[in-house]
């Protein structure tokens, strides 16, 4: 099992700046990449960046590329997600998602969730 503990969300206004942070326990040796997901309000979950656990590719959703920045401590098993230039629209929940194989399955978790909301 994978636990993910987000940390960070908050309130802040248009413009602003936010770093949240997941840090992963647990079966964490076989995590192939971790990412960040936020679902708003009446809308469905949407990928938002990603990155692999060795190499650190990372990828991202295009309605955030140049505004945030993905990146990762091994050593503390954490993922961060930079938020920089927020707009009212990135309000939302931010998770946490990790992918680990199971025996050639790839299996996701899934931390609790950090709210985000972007004032106008």
């Known amino acids: 099992q994978v636990q993910l503990v987000e940390s960070g969300g908050g309130l802040v206004q248009a413009g602003g700046s936010l770093r949240l942070s997941c840090a992963a326990s647990g079966s964490i040796l076989s995590i192939n990449a971790m990412g960040w997901y936020r679902q708003a309000p009446g809308k469905q979950r949407e990928f938002v960046a990603a990155?692999?656990?060795?190499?650190?590719?990372?990828n991202y959703a295009d309605f955030v590329k140049g505004r945030f920045t993905i990146s990762r401590d091994n050593a503390k098993n954490t993922v961060f997600l930079q938020l920089n230039s927020l707009k009212p629209e990135d309000t939302a929940v931010y998770y946490c998602?990790?992918?680990?194989?199971?025996?050639?399955?790839?299996?996701?978790?899934w931390g609790q969730g950090t709210g985000v909301t972007v004032s106008s």
């Open positions: 998602n990790a992918l680990r194989d199971v025996f050639g399955t790839v299996v996701n978790y």
């Open positions: 990155i692999t656990t060795s190499g650190g590719s990372t």
